[in-house]
């Protein structure tokens, strides 16, 4: 499922969206969703999928709970990662939209999966249609080792993916039944270098300190 600002693969647009219009945006895309598929749970891929899936959870009227999927620790990315970091906005986004970012970063294709205790704690409920939240979709091998996870707590379950953006290069490694922004990079609150992200964070710490 797409939306009107989908664009043609290969071509990566930038989009800009504050947190009160994520969730405007993210109950409206539930809306869409619904037409086809109602969760009784939603999964998110914290920390940033927290701010894509509450508004979903609330539309749909479901339990929600987190999964953990973070790159292993390496020496030489880690030190390129924390440069990338210090680069302004634009020269980062510039160099997000160049192809061969994407074939860098699925190189790391393994990731630490760590559940919290909310999906533990929904693990024994009998979950029938799960939603998996992601924030953004580019390689698909974070998106595909939660799948996997939460294919093994709920075998019997139908379960869908959801990424609020994605880029086509996934597509070869994992299918996204749905996405608000196709070949797009959506600048929101969970990035650290918005002014909001202080915001976010202290949303998404105040509503683990509630279900953890």
């Not at 939460?150 to 019997?156: G, H, L, M, T, W």
Request: one cysteine or more.
């Amino acid at each position: 499922m797409g939306s009107k600002e989908e664009k043609a693969a290969g071509h990566i647009e930038t989009y800009v969206k504050t947190i009160p219009g994520v969730i405007s945006d993210c109950r409206d895309w539930a809306r869409e969703i619904g037409r086809t598929y109602s969760p009784d749970l939603i999964v998110f891929v914290a920390k940033s999928g927290f701010l894509f899936a509450k508004p979903m959870a609330e539309y749909f009227k479901c339990d929600m709970a987190g999964i953990l999927a973070s790159r292993p620790s390496n020496g030489i990315k880690d030190k390129l990662k924390l440069v990338i970091g210090l680069m302004p906005q634009k020269a980062i986004l510039a160099l997000l939209k160049q192809p061969w970012m994407y074939r860098w970063n699925d190189r790391n294709r393994e990731r630490n999966v760590e559940t919290s205790v909310s999906f533990e704690r929904e693990k024994a409920k009998r979950h029938r249609k799960i939603l998996i939240v992601d924030d953004s979709v580019d390689t698909g091998w974070t998106l595909k080792r939660v799948c996997h996870t939460v294919r093994e707590s709920f075998p019997d379950a139908m379960i869908k993916t959801a990424g609020y953006s994605m880029i086509s290069y996934s597509e070869k490694r994992i299918c996204v039944d749905f996405y608000r922004y196709r070949n797009a990079i959506v600048l929101t609150a969970t990035s650290r270098k918005s002014e909001q992200y202080p915001v976010f964070l202290e949303e998404y710490e105040k509503w683990m300190s509630e279900k953890e």
